[in-house]
């Protein structure tokens, strides 16, 4: 887990995503994570302790070879 202090005028998903590279399921993530996070108002404060945790062991997709 990485902890993230905020500078004035971040958002949460501009954070999750410059963390994490992606938007599939992070901010969300780091919703979960950060109870009262989502009463924050959209442009953060400054100093704002964020946990940042790790991302879940994705799943392998399961492919379908459709000849030999």
Known sequence: MTIH???QGETIDGIA???YG???GTTE???DANRGLAEQPLSL???LKIDLPDLPEE???QTVKLYD
């Open 29 to 31: 993530l780091v919703l």
């Open 45 to 47: 404060p400054d100093g």
């Open 22 to 24: 992606h938007h599939r």
């Open 5 to 7: 202090s905020t500078i």
């Open 17 to 19: 995503f410059e963390h």
């Open 59 to 61: 799943e392998p997709i």
